[in-house]
């Protein structure tokens, strides 16, 4: 359970019904995630953040679904988050990466990871000339 | 400068030599990054530090260089490592992400942090099914 | 200047001087910050994000105006981020701290801050019977 | 169990006995709380931390018990520490938030921790003028 | 399990094999860790980690073991990993230090990890003059 | 200057001058650093954080001077706080690392800061047995 009680299914009406619809058809799922039973209990915050997942994540942008999802792994794992990460290693799988991709993106993060903490360590000053062009 | 003194270009010699050579000849500059001019003064250190970067980033895997670029941004981010965000800022635009690409993995992130913490605050529970097949 | 470039007053039109309106009114400024100005890139995106800003700060909830400037400045500080902490001390100095009442909000974040550290690092176990009631 | 066995009430004699009885009359609590009894491993350093978590939180300042208790908990948030979470969590409740409360906090710690790596990664400048008087 | 499958022993050969041969040996231990055994999916990752932490922690340098495994410990209780905790505390008391010695470590990190952002949040400016000549 | 007025040393008077010359007095220096100039503006929190450092720093326990001040360090880096990075080199260096001593500490980072997000992302399950006896 999580520290507050979640609006069940069954109990929401009007906006947050809607709002619990959409996710579901959005997802492609026919259950609510805790997350947004939760975020529930404020409608109108619920609102808020389903559009701006929607604007951020729904859009024709420069970047596709995988690459999205691997962002939002990648942040997940930099931040601890148990939950986030089952949900959006779910998430890269469903996209396309297998456990060698998903091995993959862990490497890299341990690669960049490791060099930041030993750039900001040693104070080590910013470059003259860009690395890349 | 860094808090510890750099072993500039003209100091190198031997094996830190030749990985100052692979170092420009593969990132395509004719200058040694201070983050390397740092680690060079544990040559054993820079050689494997090295080496675990170009198998993790060099390799022909299931990530291409943008996607990886960008996993360096994302990390370096959360980090907020300067230095950092300042390379693979260059890095992501020159695997092809211009201004709005840029603005738009930020706005990823921005997201993706935020849903994080709510769900660490409030304790929120694994869902019973997957949100991804 | 920002990685990007910002989308000035003068070149916004339509939704993004709209909200670059909202913004200053809001605010109660003349001029627009520049973390909105960089978000304007993606209009739909900073439509989304000033909407959440608005759903969650200025609505009439159980928490007043300066409980959640000093949420702000705590979240600002844990991530040590400079241009927020900046905004944010002043949020709180607007909504009635001084200097006495900002040394204290730190000096809690000090305390507890070490505290986590200790519990996590030592694997401390839930006690069997709640701290309050 | 913590990593270190912890000194039980039973055990404790002297100084210790001292601050854990001080201990449970200031919290209102008829147990010792897992994290004193791992401190008193080290008299010294359990009574330097319980004199300053009674100097920051019981004394008479400008914030009052709510707000501190928030700062815990947001702190708790963004160290993911669950057992301080479930601490705090129960600090908040007894200062008078409830579930609708909780949430709100939460989304607060939301927002502003998506915001503060959008500034970070970037590079967002400071702004000429304060956005606050 | 992790979220990817892992190589186990029987399954190894070639170059992972000898690998997991040479952790065995260099830890002192007859079973793979999880960690290496993941690892192994991408065999020149897995490869170019273990040198990479031999070249660190193997070398004789300036930090002897204990001091080296402290710094792990550290490093994993900023990170609030807990598979990480536990190896490195139980490296810590290989290497000499018992349940005083880890609350000790533990304090040490309280304190600072305190102070630090103490002076984040209050931006605190460098001294004129060095601390320590 | 920080986000507050500091208490100068011209105008200490009382409890806050006497544990400025104790402050002095210990680190050996002939001025008072910013921190506790700031930390000042509330006597009680500044003599119970002093006397917090000391009963960590200054007590005869297992850690020697240069490992706590190591740990330090290390806490610094995570936490990317640069006034701390600097004064705690500095403590490092007085304590008897030089250059290379200091970048050992570094690259030691380096490594368990991706390690552990390699963990942590790809949820790497607990061993059966401990690596260390």
């Given at each position: 359970m999580a520290s507050v009680e979640m609006i069940e299914e069954e109990a929401a009406t009007g906006k947050v019904k809607e709002i619990y619809d959409n996710i579901k058809e959005s997802i492609g799922i026919d259950f609510v995630p805790n997350m947004y039973k939760v975020m529930a209990r404020n409608p109108a915050y619920l609102e808020a953040s389903w559009n701006k997942i929607q604007a951020v994540m729904g859009?024709?942008?420069?970047?596709d679904d995988l690459t999205k999802a691997i962002i939002a792994l990648t942040v997940s794992t930099m931040n601890g988050c148990a939950y986030c990460i089952t949900v959006y290693t779910g998430a890269v799988r469903k996209y396309g990466l297998d456990d060698d991709g998903l091995t993959e993106v862990a490497a890299v993060i341990d690669v960049f990871n490791g060099l930041n903490k030993f750039n900001t360590g040693l104070d080590v000053e910013m470059d003259e000339q860009p690395w890349f062009g």
């Open positions: 859009r024709t942008g420069k970047l």
